[in-house]
């Protein structure tokens, strides 16, 4: 091999584009690790509700909504995780500030270029 073959500068990158979803997978693994410090865990409600989040299915809204019905019925029950309950509803809070933010961050740069 040469040395121009082993010099790096000389090669052509390019960039994979991030999958559908991307940001806010990555808004809910840092809602919920923040969480996990304190050692809480998500249920297996907001597991399954945070992937139709991510995949556009459902908006933050519609997932604090299923969560809000899930705890009611589960308090009916009295069979309610509070740890769980906490880890829930923190994190759905977490991501939906973080979904304001970077909507008014777009927002702001929106309007400088026009």
Known sequence: ???RELDSS?????EISKPTGYIKQLEWDM????QEVDNLKPSKCLEKLLED???GLMTIDEVKECLRAYYVEKGSNDE???NELECDF????IV?????ELLNYCNK???NYQ
């Open 1 to 3: 091999m040469s040395e």
């Open 10 to 14: 000389n090669v052509e990158y390019s």
């Open 31 to 34: 809602a919920i690790g923040l």
């Open 53 to 55: 989040n991510v995949n």
């Open 80 to 82: 309610i995780n509070h």
């Open 90 to 93: 923190v994190s759905t809070r």
């Open 96 to 100: 939906e500030l973080l979904q304001q």
């Open 109 to 111: 740069i929106i309007l």
